[in-house]
């Protein structure tokens, strides 16, 4: 489901993972290449209308795999190793953007942010498709770990370290 349908069906992930994302401006993107090893890679992420968007370079590896379907998973970056900030992770598959409004608005978002924006045609722009959502939290020596997913919707469990 786009940005916009998982923001209404799980706001206890998506307004953090949208916080996050919007203070960091960056994520690491994890995909699969053609012959099916991982790859990870930092990606800018921006909002753009309805959409969390993944703009990247003509022709970037992650960019391929992306058009050839690869699943992908966007993983925001610690500062360190402390992890005082939850982990927000979010999977899925990337949809292109051709549309020319729908390239416009990214271009908007991110000129807005950094007073840059590539021209056309010169990128590729995908919009995140979420099938699953996870937050993960060190925080007051307790492991918090809350899923979701449209099948099972919304669960948490804690461990408490010994």
Known sequence: MRWSEFTAACPEIATPARERFVRDELALLGTVTRDGWPRISPCEVDFAG?????????????????????????HS????????RPDIKLSGRGLEITDPAGRRAF???IRARIEWAPDEPSFH?????????????????????????PDR??????????
């Open 107 to 109: 271009q908007e978002a």
């Open 50 to 74: 309805d959409d969390l968007v993944l703009g990247m370079m003509w022709r970037s590896p992650k960019a391929l795999d992306l058009r050839r379907g690869s699943p992908l998973l966007v």
């Open 77 to 84: 970056v610690q500062p360190d190793r402390h992890a005082a």
């Open 125 to 149: 722009l995908f919009a995140l498709d979420v099938e699953r959502a996870a937050v993960l939290s060190f925080a007051d020596e307790r492991e918090t770990v809350t899923l979701w997913d």
């Open 153 to 162: 919707g919304l669960r948490s469990r804690t461990k408490v370290e010994e």
